[in-house]
């Protein structure tokens, strides 16, 4: 296991005298990998999230900055000298090997002994759960499959250092949250220094200690993933780490709208114009009304809270809950669909009321920076 540590590292193709553009796909990054930390870069494609990943592999050379292991400065140490293993997209399986000789390999080329090649062959099959298969060709494997015997061998012999790249992508849903809780598993029981790169936040959440997410080759904020989803850096993360994303409002235009915000706790004594209110579908919800039209008007339900009127445009039924799109004086919003409305007391097209049922989760930005406002979140 070990510390990873990036110092200002930037990374930048195309330069050189060629013709295409400079694109600077890592800036000035900092950042520490705790010693066995499940650590995850999440991003949108493009965003430098698989190019960091090289870096700490070896398989690419930063143009600045420094890479540490355990303190100790790797930059100019070849990817066989790091210590790491790393697992792709593409499992990148050996087709003429069996699943035995291709888990083995990684110790076969250190001229291993056969005796304990076969012995940490055993073990690691064990843990993933491919014993049954040793003696199969990748030909004969499902994609689950496969991805557990790359796994395998990435684990075979201990590294430092543990690297997957998007490993679960050519997956299907199920097989992929099986995974998630097999690479967690693993994770708990040998907790080797993890580094995981995907663009799916929802995988980056549930596996992750921590996660870094990237935007444009620079870091927009590192931390837990309820400080990524509760205290987001800035209006990019917020928009990116969560399923459905998050509401955004002008404050000028929700001041508007708002209704029974007697307290002001909406705004916190903060004035409306300047500001971009960030407001989460789990923390709205939608319920029957009657047809508000002005503070202090009748509604169908009591409520003490902060609430929008709108009118109901679209229901998504996911089985386990339900979310309505919501028009809001020409802006739509998502939220959570209460009791009275899932049960078909209220239809698309009629006037609704969306009560803001948790007003400590709140996100408020300033509107030109789009930093967030108030309480300051780590973002290295």
């Known amino acids: 296991m070990a510390v990873v540590t990036l110092e200002g590292v930037t990374k930048v193709f195309g330069a050189s005298g060629r013709r295409s553009a ?34 700490i592999a070896g398989l690419e050379t930063a143009d600045a900055g420094t890479i540490r292991f355990d303190g100790v400065r790797v930059n100019d140490l070849e990817p066989k000298d790091r210590d790491v293993s790393l697992v792709f997209q593409s ?19 250190r001229r291993v002994p056969r005796r304990e090649i076969d012995t940490a062959v055993a073990r690691v099959a064990a843990s993933v759960g491919i014993e049954s298969l040793l003696d199969r060709r990748p030909r004969a494997l499902s994609g689950g499959q496969r ?11 201990r590294p430092r250092v543990f690297l997957m790249d998007e490993p679960l992508s050519n997956l299907d849903a199920r097989l992929r949250l099986e995974m998630r ?40 904020q590192c931390g837990t993933p309820a400080e990524i989803y509760r205290t987001p850096a800035n209006c990019f993360v917020a928009s990116f ?10 404050g000028g235009f929700l001041a508007r709208l708002l209704l029974n915000d007697v307290e002001g706790v909406v705004f916190r004594g903060l004035a409306p114009d300047g500001l971009s209110v960030g407001l989460r579908p789990e923390d709205l919800s939608v319920r029957a009304s009657s047809s508000p039209t ?17 009118t109901l445009r679209f229901v998504e039924d996911t089985g386990r809950e339900r979310w309505g799109d919501v028009d809001c004086g020409g802006q739509m919003i998502r939220a959570r669909i209460s009791g009275s409305v899932a049960n078909g007391r209220t239809q698309v097209g009629q006037t609704v ?17 789009e930093r967030r406002l108030c309480d300051e979140p780590k973002v290295s």
């Open 22 to 55: 400079a694109v600077r796909a890592l800036d000035a990054i900092g950042l520490t990998i705790d010693d066995g930390e499940f650590f995850s870069f999440v991003g949108p494609s493009g965003c430098g999230k698989s190019t960091a990943l090289h870096l």
């Open 91 to 109: 499992y990148a399986l050996y087709p003429h090997m069996s699943v035995r000789q291709n888990v083995g390999f990684p110790l076969k080329v």
């Open 147 to 157: 991805q557990r015997v790359a796994l395998a061998r990435a684990l075979v012999r």
């Open 181 to 220: 809780t097999e690479l967690k598993r693993i994770h708990q029981a040998s907790p080797v220094t993890t580094v995981y790169v995907t663009h799916d936040q929802e995988e980056a959440m549930t596996m992750s200690d921590r996660i870094a997410v990237m935007h444009r080759g620079q870091l927009q």
């Open 241 to 250: 780490m969560g399923s459905p994303p998050i509401n955004f409002f002008k």
């Open 294 to 310: 002005a503070k202090g008007a009748a509604t169908g339900a009591a409520t003490t809270g902060p609430w929008i009127p709108g």
């Open 353 to 369: 009321a969306v009560d803001i049922v948790s007003t400590e989760n709140i996100q408020r930005f300033d509107a030109s920076t």
